[in-house]
């Protein structure tokens, strides 16, 4: 058994979360919010779930400069010098980078997990146990380029919103990767669950602090170059201003492209919890209970007639009148009231940009 002090838990925590607007706004975005009505926000019930593994002080959050606040309010247990801000939006690779380096500086014998913020996991005790899992395979290999882990989810239809994992039908629990497939067109996605050893690629990352950071070294040497030159003043009062200096030089470019598609020696856990990137309005509605007519209800009070498959969001309390809509989104947050089918949920962000032009970027 792994002493937990040598867990880690890296939080990203810089999207935006544009497809869950009118909720989610620049300057409050869906990580922040109680999106299930749930009685806690999704960056919450993440840090909650991780904290039953990982000691709370172990926990990093890597977010934008502006969501410091939001951070320190809803998470008090992380302390301030685990909050790493970002000052550009440089996708996953340089992030990781950064936490990893600064975890290995403070446990050479860190392993630790980077997951986002906003996904939905309802059996916890599932996850946990594939977690240690991973833990475990990471601190226990002995490969001379060491193991990476992803944690896909198996999927149960054809979803040509993800990407796909395709791995070796090995007995072990940790399979070994072959390949990361892009999203594919439903024709493909439909073989893949034909063929049987393709997961869902879930963001979820489990590896050795010093494994991730070698494998920088190895594939992105310029990146590491970059961030490893101020390994000195890593965990000090300086890193702040090493960050604000350095860190928009870093390329643009996810963990996928950048590592785990290059790295020989990737494995993945399938695993069998229910999951959710909680990507848009519609797999908010596939994942929350229905009542009779197939309608969700999120924190309204509602009286409906003939109106069926509509997701229907408002703030607490709010009564909300129905009649005759039937497969429609309706979300209304303090200042905007957003109606539209289910089936166009994928134009929010083009109706966010158009309001954004009209009326101007407090509303977005």
């Known amino acids: 058994m792994i002493d937990s002090k040598n867990y880690y ?18 300057n409050y975005p869906k990580q922040f919010h109680d999106i299930l009505g749930a009685g806690e926000t999704l960056i919450e019930r993440t840090f909650g779930r991780l904290s039953q593994t990982v000691p709370a002080d172990n926990v990093l959050v890597l977010t934008n400069e502006r969501y410091k606040a939001l951070v320190n309010e809803q998470l008090p247990k992380v302390k301030d010098e685990n909050i790493i801000l970002e000052p550009a939006m440089r996708n996953t690779a340089p992030c990781i ?36 899992t991973a833990f475990e395979s990471c601190v226990t290999d002995n490969s001379e ?16 919103g993800y990407g796909y994992i395709q791995y070796s039908d090995n007995t072990t629990e940790v399979k070994t990767v072959k390949a990361f497939k892009e999203k594919p067109d439903y024709n493909t996605a439909k073989e893949f669950l034909a063929e049987g050893n393709y997961s869902w690629n879930a963001g979820i990352f489990i590896w050795s602090a010093r494994a991730i950071i070698e494998a920088f070294e190895k594939y992105l040497p310029e990146m590491f ?64 209970d229905k009542d009779k007519d197939d309608n969700v209800i999120v ?46 949920e994928q134009d929010v962000k083009i109706m966010r940009n158009e309001v954004k032009e009209k009326f101007g970027a407090d509303l977005v």
Do not use: C
């Open 145 to 160: 380029e060491k193991l990476l882990v992803t944690l896909g989810i198996e999927p149960t239809f054809p979803h040509t």
């Open 9 to 26: 838990a890296v939080i990203m925590a810089g999207g935006v979360g544009s497809r869950f607007w009118p909720l989610s706004k620049a």
């Open 299 to 344: 924190n309204a009070k509602v009286v409906t007639k003939e109106a069926t498959g509509n997701l229907i969001r408002t703030q607490a309390g709010k009564v909300v009148v129905i009649d005759g809509l039937n497969n429609f989104i309706v979300v209304d947050s303090s200042d905007v009231l957003v109606i539209m089918p289910k089936a166009k």
């Open 225 to 288: 170059s970059l961030f490893n030159d101020g390994y000195d003043v890593l965990n000090t009062d300086d890193e702040a201003q090493f960050i604000e200096d350095n860190y928009a030089k870093a390329e643009d470019i996810s963990i996928d492209y950048g590592i785990l598609e290059k790295s020989k020696n990737v494995g993945v856990i399938p695993a069998t919890f229910d999951w959710s990137d909680l990507g848009a309005w519609g797999s908010l509605y596939d994942k929350l």
């Open 97 to 132: 980078l950064l936490a990893a380096l600064k975890i290995y500086k403070s446990n050479p014998d860190a392993v630790m997990i980077v997951a986002p913020s906003d996904h939905w996991i309802e059996d916890e005790a599932s996850f946990l146990k594939n977690l240690n």
